[in-house]
């Protein structure tokens, strides 16, 4: 953590440097959650925003990237970091937008110890229709809410219950970043299959988050494990739509085998 520029004074350089990167070893953070056998499939889903870079004619080129990291890399990016990173690109030529999109796509793998996948996408081409995220919102719960660091105990299933398959989800989700204790705000979404879960337990669960200080990955995985130990789920998909700092959002996933992640563009988004 001390090597990593968040929470620093840091120029942002205007040259391409992939020395700039500073990733992490996700085993620290799993060392006492998940264990090194991972329990989940995932990934963490990149959108960025303010991507530039030079054509041959030092003319300036711009795209949203999106960056897939798997769930199962042995590293993960520092967020500051790959901001630095990518705005390195902006005074720096390449030959063609897949140029840029392959270069990225080279240092990013190497740093993350497996291949990650990028995508540029032309603003002319995108299609990126704001959502709602789907099923039941847990919203309109009148709960008592007195715990902000994360409480598990809060959470229980029904279990003599017929099992039930639900998508809940909130918009009241926040914790905070681990180094500045900044607020990271989200949307949560949970799909399930089992004993129903009791939504007002959930509700307050996810809100005891507020004053959690974990990195965006880090908190997914803990919800997904949590409802794991304490709900008996059959299946479970659990993801956070992050709202954007520096021109990124970043989305982690995490789900049993088979369970497919909704792509999708949120209102705060």
């Not at 030079?54 to 990291?69: D, E, S, T, Y």
């Not at 793998?109 to 603003?123: F, I």
């Not at 409480?151 to 398959?165: F, G, I, N, T």
Request: contains cysteine; negative net charge; proline residues 9%.
């Amino acid at each position: 953590m001390n090597d990593i520029p968040l929470g620093r004074p840091t120029d942002y350089p205007d040259r391409f440097d992939p020395g700039l990167l500073a990733p992490m070893e996700r085993a620290h953070a799993r060392a006492m959650t998940a264990g090194t056998a991972l329990p989940f499939s995932g990934q963490d889903v990149w959108n960025a925003y303010e991507f530039s870079w030079l054509n041959g004619n030092g003319l300036p080129q711009v795209a949203m990237l999106q960056i897939r990291v798997d769930a199962a890399s042995p590293r993960m990016i520092e967020s500051k970091s790959m901001k630095l990173y990518l705005n390195g690109f902006a005074q720096t030529p390449f030959e063609s937008a897949a140029a840029a999109a392959a270069r990225a796509e080279a240092d990013l793998s190497e740093a993350c110890g497996a291949p990650v996948r990028v995508d540029l996408r032309p603003l002319t081409e995108m299609e990126a229709p704001l959502n709602a995220l789907p099923g039941e919102s847990l919203d309109h719960l009148d709960v008592i809410v007195d715990r902000y660091e994360p409480a598990p105990d809060l959470l229980r299933s029904a279990a003599d219950a017929d099992p039930v398959e639900e998508t809940l989800h909130t918009d009241l989700f926040r914790s905070l970043c681990p180094v500045t204790a900044q607020p990271d705000w989200a949307s949560v979404l949970i799909r399930y299959a089992g004993p129903p879960i009791d939504r007002a337990g959930l509700l307050r669960y996810l809100v005891s988050y507020r004053r959690h200080q974990a990195f965006h990955e880090a908190t997914v995985e803990q919800i997904f494990l949590d409802l794991k130990a304490r709900c008996d789920c059959r299946r479970l998909m659990v993801g956070g739509w992050f709202l954007r700092r520096g021109g990124i959002d970043i989305n982690p996933f995490r789900a049993d085998p088979g369970e497919v992640w909704p792509v999708l563009r949120l209102i705060r988004q």
